[in-house]
């Protein structure tokens, strides 16, 4: 049995929808989907998460903009009244909290889909229980989510909240729909957690910085979890613990391209190349972290690279697996750029992936 989690851009119109529909339905054992709220459609687009927020702090037009964006979904999927209903409920308890109306999005988006291919939906809020302090509770959300679960063929899912003891919305940090995928794949103890998104996988570096990243077939929990909680936000690091404990292997795939792999994320692999990423800090500095810092040279090769990109480093650490250095964050895209370059596009040009969309190689140097 597989549990899939779609993404906001896997979910950001009525085709791809559709699209979401006839991957879920192409295999039976893809028992449990879960799914974020419509993200993206393109570049400057809104993500209907952050629409709901301001919706909440009281603006009118983001939540017209919910409104048209759900009932365009609905009326092309031929749902409009029962979605049409349900937005007046959300538009009248926009202002209960901040967290119950950003779960909205992914309420919708997980009763389409049930409506579409006359699925179950079951309520995330009923089986994912926090304690009143807002932490998660493993025990009870695993109980419950098995005794939902079980007796369902197939049953959708909205990603991103659970409840607290008092019934109320609580939702997990942004990008937490990927924690609800985890969640619901070790309670039910599934074959593989597909985890898809809108790239082929992990790349050696954000495909949206730079140009040439290389695909990862296969890379450790452990890794994985650190290049995340580094800044990677190709999956969120509190995903990774439910699915270790159970020994799950995470498959990230594309929605846009089924016939690519993807990433396998498990406890016996190790990705060889160097991975790049990184994040902001407090007072406009950044940090940039390389992973697979083993590799011979590799901080006297990262230093020269940006000395010669004229990049001031104010710090750097080094720890057994991974460097950090630290700098000013308006120098983040150029350090990241200079240091991929360096690290792994120089030393064995032949491997380079033109592009996130390029075609992974059947040779990658990743391969076990
Ligand atoms: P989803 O909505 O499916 O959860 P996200 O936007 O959260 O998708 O994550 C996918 C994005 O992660 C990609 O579009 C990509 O730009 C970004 N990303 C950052 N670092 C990496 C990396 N090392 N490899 C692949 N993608 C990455
Ligand atoms: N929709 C939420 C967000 O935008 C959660 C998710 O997509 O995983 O952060
Ligand atoms: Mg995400």
């Known amino acids: 049995m597989i549990v899939c989690k779609f993404g906001g851009s896997s979910v950001a119109d009525a085709e791809l929808i559709r699209l979401v529909a006839k991957i879920t339905q192409k295999s039976n054992d893809r028992r449990f989907v879960v799914v974020s709220a419509p993200g993206k459609r393109f570049a ?29 979904i609905a009326e092309q999927l031929h749902m409009e009244e029962e979605i049409a209903r349900e937005l007046e409920t959300i538009a009248r308890r926009i ?33 994912l229980c926090f304690d009143a302090s807002g932490t998660l509770d493993f025990r009870r959300t695993y109980e419950r989510t098995r005794a939902a679960l079980k007796p369902l063929a197939r049953a959708i899912l909205p990603g991103f909240y659970g409840s607290l003891p008092d019934g109320s919305i609580r ?14 794949a070790g309670a039910m103890g599934a074959q593989c957690y597909e985890n898809w998104t809108d790239v082929d996988g992990v790349f050696t570096a954000d495909p949206r910085l730079v140009e040439g990243v290389r695909p990862i077939e296969q890379i450790s929990y452990r890794q994985m979890r650190l290049l995340s909680s580094m ?4 999956l ?3 995903s990774i613990r439910p699915v270790f404990r159970a020994g799950i292997p995470i498959q990230l795939r594309n929605t846009f391209r089924e016939d690519c792999p993807g990433t396998r994320i498990w406890a016996d692999a ?7 990423t990184g994040k902001p800090l407090e007072s406009g500095m950044c940090v940039v ?49 200079a240091l991929h370059e360096t690290l792994v596009e120089l030393p064995g040009d032949s ?9 992974l190689s059947a040779e990658n140097p990743d391969a076990h």
């Open 44 to 72: 400057g687009d809104d993500k209907i998460t952050d629409l709901l927020i301001q919706a909440h702090q009281g603006s009118a037009r983001a939540l017209e903009k919910v409104r048209a964006r759900f009932l365009a």
């Open 95 to 127: 202002f209960l909290s901040a967290d119950y109306a950003a779960s909205r999005g992914e309420y919708l988006s997980a009763r389409i889909l049930a409506r579409l291919i006359d699925a179950p939906f079951v309520d995330a809020k009923d089986i």
């Open 171 to 184: 939702t997990f940090p942004r990008g937490g729909s990927d924690i609800t995928g985890a969640l619901v």
């Open 231 to 234: 800044g990677a936000s190709v």
């Open 236 to 238: 969120h690091p509190d």
């Open 270 to 276: 190790h990705a060889r190349l160097p991975l790049i």
């Open 289 to 337: 972290a390389i992973l697979h810092a083993e590799a011979p040279g590799l901080l006297e090769n990262a230093r020269a690279s940006l000395d010669h990109a004229g990049i001031d480093c104010a710090s750097h650490s080094v720890f057994a697996d991974h460097l950090l250095f630290f700098l000013k964050a308006r120098e983040f895209v150029r350090a990241v750029r």
């Open 351 to 359: 491997r380079t992936c033109s592009s996130p969309s390029g075609t």
